[in-house]
C-alpha cells in the first residue's frame, strides 16, 4: 500500500530501489509517528474537521499501536512503502472512513519531519544525561586521584608534570564544551515542522500552534519552507554535535590505549576490560577502547556524508534525503553505545602512583626550577640557559615536586568551578 497509490502499478526493481532499507529504519520511527499523528488529530478535532468521535476514535487506536511498538508487536511488513503507509492502513481497517481522513492536511514530508525532530529531542536528551553520567565519573576520579603525579607530554617527548586528577577533569571539562554542542542541536530540532506539509503549507484552516503544544515543541517553524529546509540542516547539526562527543571519547580512548601499553605503563585495566592474544599468551589488549576509538572517529565522518547529500539540494523536498537516516540512526545508537561502555569501563582503571621515580621524568620540573630561579630575581632568559647548562653538564637536580598555584593548574584543579559550570551547561 503506497499513500500515493492511483491504480498505476510500480516496477519492482524502481520499488526496491527506492524503498530501499526505509522500512528497518522507519521503525525506529514509528512511535513517534504515531504521536504525530494523535496530535494531527487532535487538531483536526479542534478545527472540525474531524467530529468528536472520529477524534477520540483515532486518539485511542493510535496509541494501541504505540503500545503494540513499545513491546516490539509492531512491523512494517514489504506490502507496505513506510511506516506512515503502514500506520494509515492500520487506522483505515479497524476505523473505516475516519483512518482514511487523517492524512487530511498533512504530507509524508511534514510527518516524516516531525517523526524525525522528535527522535532527534529524545536521543539527544538520552545522550546528554549519559555525557553526565560519564562527566561524574570523571570528577569521581579526578578527586580520588588529584594528588597522584604523571608525566606530561607534548610532541611525544617528556615535558611537565600533570597528575591524574588533571588528566581525568581535563577530559570532565571538555565534556561541558559537547553539552553546549548538543543544547545548540536541541535548540535546532525543537521547532515544530508539522503543518508545512509537502512544504508550502495548507488551505486548510489547521491550528499549527495547537500542535506545537500538543507535541512539546519549543516553538513552531512557521514558514512552510524554511521547515523543509530543516530537512538535512536538523541531522546536520545533530551529527556536529555528536562528532564533538566522540571527539572526546576518541582522544580519551586514545590516551587509556598508550598509558596502559608497556612503555608508558600508567595505567591497568582489569581483566575483564581487555582481550588475548591467539598466539601470545602474555597479551592484554584494550580492545574496547581501541573500538571506542574507532567508532568515535566513524562517527566524526557524519556531518561530511550529510554535507554531500544535501549541499547541492535547492529549497524544497528530494528523495535524496531519504538517505540521511542511513548514516544518522546507527551512528545515534553507535555513540549511545560508547559512551555506555565507556561509563562501564572508566571506574575500572588503576593509576600507577611511583611512575616518577624513573629518572627518565626528572626533566619534568625543569621549568618549574627556572621559574623559582626568575622568583628570586634572575631574568628568564637566563635562568633559561642555567638550567640547560646544568641538563648538558649533568648536574641538574630534580625537585619532584610542583608548587602551582593559579586556577586550572596542577595544584589548584578548580574542581568545584568545574562541577558548577557543567550544573550551568546543563
Given amino acids: 500500500m503506497k499513500l500515493w497509490e492511483k491504480g498505476i502499478p510500480t516496477d519492482k526493481q524502481i520499488e526496491q530501489f527506492t524503498v530501499g532499507n526505509d522500512r528497518e529504519l522507519d521503525l525506529v520511527l514509528a512511535k513517534y509517528d504515531a504521536l504525530g499523528s494523535i496530535a494531527h488529530a487532535k487538531m483536526l478535532g479542534q478545527i472540525g474537521l474531524l467530529t468528536q468521535e472520529e477524534t477520540t476514535s483515532l486518539v485511542d487506536a493510535l496509541n494501541e499501536i504505540i503500545a503494540d511498538i513499545v513491546v516490539g508487536n509492531f512491523e512494517i511488513e514489504n506490502s507496505f512503502e513506510d511506516v506512515h503507509s503502514k500506520i494509515e492502513y492500520l487506522l483505515t481497517v479497524k476505523l473505516g472512513d475516519a483512518g482514511k481522513k487523517i492524512h487530511t492536511a498533512r504530507s509524508r514530508n511534514d510527518q516524516v519531519l516531525v517523526d524525525v525532530h522528535l527522535y532527534l529531542k529524545d536521543e539527544l536528551k538520552a545522550i546528554k544525561e549519559q555525557v553526565k553520567t560519564l562527566f561524574d565519573l570523571l570528577m569521581e576520579s579526578a578527586e580520588k586521584h588529584q594528588n597522584v603525579l604523571l608525566p606530561g607530554y607534548t610532541h611525544l617527548q617528556i615535558a611537565m608534570p600533570s597528575s591524574f586528577g588533571m588528566w581525568f577533569s581535563a577530559y570532565a571539562e571538555s565534556l561541558i564544551d559537547d553539552i553546549t554542542m548538543l543544547n545548540a542541536a536541541s535548540k535546532i530540532v525543537d521547532q515544530n515542522p508539522l503543518g508545512s506539509a509537502a512544504g508550502y503549507g495548507s488551505s486548510f484552516p489547521i491550528n499549527r500552534t495547537f500542535t506545537t503544544k500538543e507535541l512539546g515543541f519549543e516553538t513552531l517553524k512557521y514558514n512552510a519552507v524554511a521547515a523543509q529546509m530543516s530537512r538535512g540542516k536538523a541531522e546536520k547539526t545533530v551529527a556536529f554535535a555528536m562528532t564533538s562527543v566522540a571527539g572526546t571519547l576518541s582522544k580519551f580512548a586514545m590516551d587509556v590505549c598508550l598509558y596502559m601499553s608497556q612503555n608508558f605503563d600508567f595505567i591497568g585495566l582489569p581483566a575483564h576490560l581487555t582481550t588475548g592474544s591467539s598466539i601470545m599468551p602474555h597479551k592484554k589488549n584494550p580492545d574496547v577502547f581501541e573500538l571506542i576509538r574507532g567508532k568515535c572517529n566513524k562517527i566524526q565522518a557524519l556531518p561530511y556524508e550529510i554535507t554531500l547529500i544535501t549541499n547541492n539540494l535547492p529549497s524544497g523536498y528530494h528523495r535524496d534525503l531519504q538517505l540521511l537516516k542511513e548514516g544518522l540512526f546507527p551512528a545515534i545508537q553507535n555513540l549511545k553505545a560508547c559512551l555506555d561502555i565507556a561509563i562501564f569501563s572508566i571506574k575500572d582503571i588503576t593509576v600507577k602512583d611511583h611512575i616518577?621515580?624513573?629518572?627518565?621524568?626528572?626533566?619534568?620540573?625543569?621549568?618549574?626550577?627556572?621559574?623559582?630561579?626568575?622568583?628570586?630575581?634572575?631574568?628568564?632568559?637566563?635562568?633559561?640557559?642555567?638550567v640547560a647548562e646544568q641538563l648538558e653538564a649533568g648536574t641538574y637536580k630534580s625537585p619532584k615536586e610542583t608548587k602551582h598555584t593559579h586556577e586550572g593548574s596542577i595544584n589548584n584543579l578548580c574542581l568545584d568551578a568545574i562541577k558548577d559550570k557543567m550544573k550551568a551547561a546543563f
Avoid: I
Wanted: proline share 3%; glycine share 4%; no cysteine.
Fill in 356 to 386: 616518577l621515580e624513573d629518572k627518565k621524568y626528572d626533566y619534568l620540573f625543569t621549568v618549574d626550577t627556572l621559574n623559582e630561579m626568575v622568583v628570586e630575581g634572575m631574568p628568564f632568559r637566563d635562568a633559561y640557559k642555567a
